[in-house]
């Protein structure tokens, strides 16, 4: 399958679950929880990316709101989506977690569509917590107990505060990213990590 191929087909399964990525988005939209209390989200999310075959490890690292779901088909790297889904205290999703979460669901149900022809394995990764409210985040926990072990590559997304002409002639571009490794030494636990950025 040429990569043209790979993903169109990733595409049209991320469009056959785009009412459920929708609802999913809506649900956390109209029930924010802060860090570390996202109970209902982080349930939803589990719950549907196993109904699509992702095997899920929850709670992840000790944290009650995190989670790894994953799907694997032979040997070849690991890929994983980093969804966010805390809200703001006293504001809600002003930032967009709702979304980002969707998006990452969707990212790996795609992805996950095609592991037959790449091999590898995708995971969505539950991160609770982005918002600082003096507090840790999620991914710095996950990170010091060893939950970015065996992840190869890390991809984030995050919506834009305005949207304009350029943001939507961006949003449509297809971005690449040529990861060269680092000059010093990585440290343990080090993973290199992508994110989609909008101008």
């Not at 109970?39 to 196993?50: F, G, Q």
């Not at 539950?126 to 190869?152: C, H, M, R, S």
């Not at 030494?185 to 993973?191: A, E, I, L, S």
């Amino acid at each position: 399958m040429t990569i043209l191929l790979l993903k169109q087909t990733a595409w049209q399964a991320i469009r056959q679950h785009e009412a459920d990525l929708r609802d999913l988005a809506l649900r956390i939209l109209s029930n924010p929880e802060v860090g570390y209390q996202e109970d209902k989200a982080s349930a939803w999310l589990a719950t549907y990316l196993e109904q699509q075959g992702f095997r899920v490890t929850k709670p992840l690292g000790g944290l009650l709101t995190a989670f790894m779901a994953c799907r694997f088909t032979g040997s070849g790297p690991t890929v994983a989506f980093l969804a966010e889904y805390d809200a703001l205290p006293e504001i809600g999703h002003g930032c967009g977690h709702n979304l980002i979460a969707a998006a990452c669901v969707g990212a790996g149900v795609g992805v996950a569509t095609v592991l037959a022809e790449t091999a590898g394995r995708v995971c969505v990764m539950g991160t609770p917590a982005e918002e600082f409210a003096n507090q840790e985040e999620g991914k710095v926990t996950l990170l010091k107990v060893g939950a970015f072990e065996g992840i190869d590559v890390c991809l984030s997304m995050h919506p834009p505060s305005v949207w304009s002409a350029a943001t939507w002639a961006s949003s449509a571009s297809s971005w690449f990213f040529t990861v060269a490794p680092p000059m010093l030494p990585p440290t343990p636990g080090m993973v290199p990590m992508l994110s989609m950025l909008s101008f």
